[in-house]
């Protein structure tokens, strides 16, 4: 107990005391030491009451200074006390939240907090710039009847564990691009995050057009040149054939990496792809027999399962992809491996297999496999004529086909490059 309390109650136990043996000593002077009594704890309890009284008035009046309430003026120190205590905290909780709120309003994304029916609660300015919301007039209201974009209302509507990125144009302008992203948080608060991404996807055009662009420029100097060292005649110098030969190898590489090049960049513009109908049963024969050219004879190529399934999709780009896979097989396995093509059945719809029993790839390397230029080893990738650019291939065709690919590979024992189609790409044959 701190001092004054001591003190307080001591002063209040001394007075009573005295009280009482003053009471005492004049009821036994005067013989009526019962009444005496019985009149004092009358009249101690009445001053109780009393100041009890007082104090709950103070109270209910909110008075900062309460008066001095005799033996009650500990009760009110310490109520006093313990709402400057709450004071302090509800201040300090408030400058707080002040200051969280001041920092989310300045946030250069727009972000908005929205309940679980998805009815705006809160919004920053960068919000209501991008998305042309009204802070004040517009809390309350779902967001879905302000963002009338069609692709945004999906997206709300759709299933939160797998909704993606989004990424449209911006309401109050058609030339800002935004990317949506929402993310729970709390019991049933969710955070919406827009972000103007027009200069991010500007940028990465230029990058794209400059590819492309350079790729382009590229080809036809290395076209005249592979045609020079072609009419070369070897004959007349024969000290020159083994450099004229690297010659041409490093001028075909550098033709297939243009190529290949070029082949990314149509990728990465082109829409929706043409519908061809893929008679799988066929594709998988003639993959098989170009691998078998390909391999001559060192590995064993065959076809494995193959469901009465067709693809529907890119003819083209698809026989690329999966001949892409198929020429990785054959290089990296080593002469006497098997090599096993699969058009299967899967949860998702159907897939084609590549299932050899080459090296295998280590697993740190596996989800950098489809990066342009990535090879897990440089000389081995080059000594068979790769350019690093396969897989990206396999990647962004699969992409515009709804498809992803899957790897799995185990060091010593082979790999599976699997490339799973959505049941709308598949028919029955
Ligand atoms: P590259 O032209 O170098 O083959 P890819 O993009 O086709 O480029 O493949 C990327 C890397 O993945 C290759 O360099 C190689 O290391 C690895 N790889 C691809 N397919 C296989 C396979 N079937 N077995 C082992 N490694 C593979």
Redesign the pocket.
């Given at each position: 107990m701190s001092g004054w309390l001591q003190r307080s109650w001591r002063a209040s136990l001394l007075r009573i005391a005295l009280i009482i043996g003053l009471t005492v000593a004049i009821g036994l002077a005067t013989g009526l030491l019962a009444w005496m009594l019985a009149l004092c704890f009358a009249a101690i309890a009445g001053f109780h009451l009393w100041q009890l009284f007082a104090l709950q008035r103070a109270l209910l009046q909110k008075r900062r200074e309460l008066p001095d309430f005799g033996p009650w003026r500990i009760v009110a120190e310490l109520i006093r006390r313990r709402s400057d205590r709450d004071r302090d905290v509800r201040r300090r909780l408030l400058d707080a939240l002040q200051a969280f709120r001041s920092a989310a309003a300045a946030l250069p994304d727009g972000t908005v907090v929205l309940d679980a029916q998805g009815n705006i609660q809160w919004l920053n300015a960068a919000a209501a710039r991008l998305l042309g919301l009204n802070p004040r007039l517009d809390q309350g209201t779902p967001i879905e009847h302000l963002v009338r974009h069609p692709r945004v209302i999906e997206w709300l509507a759709g299933d939160p564990q797998e909704r993606a990125l989004l990424d449209v144009p911006a309401p109050i302008d058609e030339k800002l691009r935004l990317s949506f992203r929402m993310i729970s948080y709390g019991s049933d608060l969710r955070l919406l995050v827009v972000r103007d991404i027009s200069q991010l996807l500007h940028l990465e055009q230029v990058r794209r057009d400059f590819v492309a662009n350079v790729s382009h420029e590229l080809r036809t100097p290395l076209t005249v040149l592979a045609g020079y060292l072609d009419a070369v005649e070897v004959e007349e110098l024969p000290e020159w054939e083994p450099v004229l030969g690297d010659m041409r190898g490093q001028c075909q590489r550098m033709r297939h990496i243009v190529e290949d090049l070029l082949t990314l960049s149509r990728l990465d513009v082109q829409g929706a792809p043409a519908a061809d109908v893929l008679p799988m049963d066929a594709i998988l024969e003639e993959l098989a027999r170009d691998a078998r050219a390909l391999s001559r004879e060192q590995h064993q190529i065959q076809v494995g399962q193959c469901e009465a399934l067709s693809l529907v999709g890119s003819a083209q780009d698809l026989r690329s992809a999966f001949s892409?896979l198929v020429t990785?097989?054959v290089?990296?396995t080593p002469p006497g491996g098997e090599i096993t093509l699969h058009w299967q059945r899967h949860p998702e719809g159907a897939a084609f297999a590549v299932v050899?029993t080459?090296?295998?790839?280590p697993e740190q390397h596996l989800p950098r496999?489809t990066e342009r230029f990535?090879?897990?080893?440089t000389s081995?990738?080059r000594e068979s004529g790769?350019?690093?650019?396969?897989?990206?291939i396999v990647k962004h065709v699969l992409m515009i086909h709804q498809a992803r690919l899957e790897v799995q590979s185990e060091v010593g024992v082979g790999?599976t490059?699997r490339c799973v189609f959505p049941e709308g790409r598949v028919e029955a044959e």
């Open positions: 892409n990785n097989a290089r990296y050899d080459g090296p295998g790839i496999l990535y090879r897990v080893s081995r990738s790769g350019t690093g650019l396969g897989l990206a790999s490059f």
